[in-house]
C-alpha cells in the first residue's frame, strides 16, 4: 500500500456533534487530508449546510451520498467507520476493501458492544478493557481476538482529545456530563438534582475556587428539556462560591443569550487548563481523562449497572456507594481515585504493539492500514484452508 491515498471515512448521521467530532480527528492529525482519499457522507438535508460551512474551508475531500452508486471505492483500500448505523452494512459487503469501526470514543455505554460490530474487519479498542468487554459481551470469542486479531488495542489515538491537565495544585474542577442518549434506555446523563448536589459537596470539601462545565455536544438533540434540566442545574451550581466558566464544542451566538451571565470558551480553547479533579458520567469522557490521569469519578445510575458490560478490573469506579442514589461523600477520596488509575493505566490504554505507542497519530494510522490489510488477506487464506 503507498504512503498516501490510504483510506476512506464514512459517516452516517444526522448529528452536528458528530461531523465536530470528526473534525476534531483531523485537527489532531489522526486522519489526514493527503491519507484521506475520501468521505462519504449519507445525505440528509437537514445537516447539509452544517456540513459544507464545517469542511469547506479545511482541505478535505468528501462526498454526499444520495444513492448507493454515488459511492466510488478503489479496491484494496480501507473504510473507516466512527459511528454505527444500518447503511454501514452495504458497504461492508465489498470485500475488496479492509472496514475497521474506530468508534467515537472509549466507553462502557452499550453503544460499544452492540452485535453489528462483528461486520467489521477489525475493531479498534484503547486497551485490554476493551478486549475483554467484548469477550464478556460475546461479540467476539477468543479465536477471533488471539488468532484474527480482530481487536486492536490502540492506546489514545482514539479516545479523544481535551485541553484539561492534571495539577495538584489547581482549585478547578470538571463537570462533563453525557448527553440524554439516542434512545431512553441508553440515557447515561447525570444531569438533575442528585449531581448537583453531589457537585456542590465536592466544591465545598476540597475548596473549589473554578468549576468548568463541559456538556456533550449533543446534549438536547434528542431531548430537548435536557438543555433547560442543564441551565437549571448551572443556575443552583452558582449559587456555590465557585466561578462557572461553560465549555462548549463550538460557542454560538444564541449561547451568549442562553448563558448570558456566565463565562463561556470554546473546547478549543489554548493554553491547557489545570484542574485537580473531574467528574463526568459513563462515556468517553471517562476515557479521555483516565489517559491525562486526572482523578475522575464517574456518575452513575445504579439501576444501569445490570445491563452495562463491565470488565471487573474497573469494577471499583462503580461500587454502589458511588451511583447517584447512593454516593457516600465520606467514603469518596480523589487521591485514592487518582492511585486506582494509575495501577491499572496499562490496562486501559495499551498497544497491540509496542512501537505505537511513540508513533505519531498520523504514523499509527498509516500502520493500522497496512497491518489490517495484511492480517485480512491472512485471515481469508487460514479460513479457506478449514474447507
Known amino acids: 500500500m503507498s504512503e498516501n491515498n490510504l483510506y476512506y471515512i464514512y459517516i452516517d448521521s444526522k448529528i452536528e456533534g458528530t461531523i465536530d467530532q470528526l473534525i476534531t480527528y483531523f485537527q489532531t492529525d489522526i486522519f489526514n487530508p493527503d491519507d484521506c482519499i475520501c468521505i462519504y457522507f449519507k445525505y440528509y438535508k437537514d445537516i447539509e449546510k452544517y456540513i459544507k460551512k464545517r469542511l469547506s474551508p479545511r482541505r478535505i475531500k468528501y462526498k454526499f451520498i444520495r444513492k448507493n452508486s454515488d459511492l466510488d471505492f478503489s479496491s484494496n483500500k480501507v473504510v473507516f467507520y466512527l459511528f454505527n448505523a444500518q447503511s454501514n452494512c452495504k458497504i461492508t459487503a465489498r470485500r475488496d476493501l479492509t ?3 474506530v468508534t467515537h470514543g472509549e466507553s462502557h455505554k452499550l453503544a460499544s458492544i ?7 474487519d477489525f475493531v479498534i479498542t484503547s486497551g485490554q478493557v476493551g478486549i475483554e468487554r467484548f469477550l464478556k459481551a ?8 488471539h488468532h484474527e486479531h480482530r481487536v486492536l488495542t490502540m492506546g489514545d489515538t482514539f479516545i479523544g482529545q481535551n485541553a484539561y491537565v492534571f495539577a495538584s495544585d489547581s482549585q478547578s474542577l470538571l463537570y462533563a456530563p453525557t ?6 434506555e441508553e440515557n447515561y446523563a447525570s444531569i438533575g438534582v442528585q449531581a448537583t448536589k453531589i457537585l456542590s459537596h465536592i466544591i465545598q470539601q476540597y475548596g473549589i475556587k473554578k468549576l468548568y462545565i463541559q456538556p456533550h455536544p449533543n446534549l438536547g438533540h434528542r431531548d430537548k428539556g435536557y438543555l433547560f434540566h ?3 442545574m448551572m443556575n443552583e451550581l452558582k449559587k456555590s462560591p465557585v466561578k462557572i466558566v461553560l465549555v462548549k464544542s463550538q460557542v454560538k451566538l444564541a449561547d451568549h443569550w442562553f448563558y448570558r451571565g456566565y463565562t463561556l470558551i470554546s473546547q478549543s480553547y489554548k493554553p491547557e487548563i489545570k484542574i485537580s479533579a473531574a467528574v463526568t458520567d459513563i462515556s468517553a469522557m471517562e476515557m479521555q481523562l483516565i489517559n ?5 469519578l464517574v456518575l452513575f445510575e445504579q ?3 445490570n445491563t ?3 470488565p471487573r478490573q474497573v469494577q471499583y469506579l462503580y461500587a454502589t456507594k458511588r451511583s447517584l442514589q447512593n454516593f457516600n461523600m465520606e467514603e469518596f477520596s480523589f487521591l485514592q481515585q487518582k492511585d486506582e488509575i494509575q495501577k491499572h493505566y496499562d490496562y486501559l490504554i495499551g498497544y497491540c504493539e509496542e512501537n505505537l505507542r511513540i508513533m505519531s497519530f498520523r504514523q499509527r494510522i498509516q500502520w493500522l492500514c497496512k497491518f489490517a490489510y495484511d492480517k485480512k488477506i491472512k485471515n481469508c487464506q487460514k479460513n479457506l484452508e478449514l474447507y
Open 292 to 296: 491525562k490521569k486526572i482523578p475522575t
Open 179 to 184: 448527553w440524554e442518549g439516542g434512545i431512553p
Open 308 to 310: 452495562l458490560i463491565i
Open 303 to 305: 439501576d444501569y449497572l
Open 138 to 145: 460475546s461479540i467476539f470469542n477468543s479465536y477471533n481476538i
Open 99 to 101: 472496514h475497521i469501526f
Open 114 to 120: 452492540k452485535p453489528i460490530i462483528r461486520i467489521y
Open 230 to 232: 442543564f441551565k437549571k
